[in-house]
T-cell receptor, first 116, second 113 residues
Framework: KQEVTQIPAALSVPEGENLVLNCSFT??????LQWFRQDPGKGLTSLLL?????REQTSGRLNASLDKSSGRSTLYIAASQPGDSATYLC???????????????FGKGTLLTVNP | SQTIHQWPATLVQPVGSPLSLECTVE??????LYWYRQAAGRGLQLLFY??????ISSEVPQNLSASRPQDRQFILSSKKLLLSDSGFYLC????????????FGPGTRLLVL
């Protein structure tokens, strides 16, 4: 059974700092890995998706890396801003055929607070 | 553009009462549809997914059920709610034949008292 762990559970940083969020997963047979953002009481917004054959993806100040063999991913946020404050969730999509590769297994998230 | 709607936004129900949460998607055809529950301290858990009308796959045993009466409509139901059913329920969709990102709705917060 796939398990996804995110460290740290919470992180508080001053504005402008670069930071790294970590995600690990137990089964390396994944189809892709995604990072989502969730604001309090809201749904999830997709930030980055990395296919299993890729090593990293970038979008603006965000960079996500994937080391499938070691079961790890990192989300790097450059020059953090107060507007980045949210919960960041990592999710992996199961490998395999049929409906199994539609399933996402989520970590519990990292609550990020960026202080002005 | 595609949009996903969920209602109601908030619901307070007594234990033992029935439940019906609705999710609809606009601007796409033949989507995969998903129901997730987010409970405090437990993360996001996939409850059901559907790859077509009338096709429902259940991920966890529970007193909830799901139905897909139309292509872009997904309904989560219960005949008798339990206290443990409290949580934040999220509906999501993805493109049918290509495994891409899932797009999430705004969620329904359910409190069972």
């Amino acid at each position: 059974k796939q398990e996804v762990t995110q460290i740290p559970a919470a992180l508080s940083v001053p504005e402008g700092e670069n930071l790294v969020l970590n995600c690990s997963f137990t089964d390396s047979a994944i189809y892709n890995l995604q990072w989502f953002r969730q604001d309090p009481g809201k749904g999830l917004t997709s930030l980055l998706l990395i296919q299993s054959s890729q090593r990293e993806q970038t979008s603006g100040r965000l960079n996500a890396s994937l080391d499938k063999s070691s079961g790890r991913s990192t989300l790097y946020i450059a020059a953090s801003q107060p507007g980045d404050s949210a919960t960041y969730l990592c999710a992996v999509s199961a490998g395999g055929s049929g409906g199994s590769n539609y399933k996402l297994t989520f970590g519990k998230g990292t609550l990020l607070t960026v202080n002005p | 553009s595609q949009t996903i709607h969920q209602w109601p936004a908030t619901l307070v129900q007594p234990v033992g009462s029935p439940l019906s949460l609705e999710c609809t998607v606009e601007g796409t055809s033949n989507p995969n549809l998903y129901w997730y529950r987010q409970a405090a301290g437990r993360g996001l858990q996939l409850l059901f997914y559907s790859v077509g009308i009338g096709q429902i796959s259940s991920e966890v045993p529970q007193n909830l059920s799901a139905s897909r009466p139309q292509d872009r409509q997904f309904i989560l139901s219960s005949k008798k709610l339990l206290l443990s059913d409290s949580g934040f329920y999220l509906c999501a969709w993805s493109v049918r034949l290509v495994q891409e990102t899932q797009y999430f709705g705004p969620g329904t917060r359910l409190l069972v008292l």
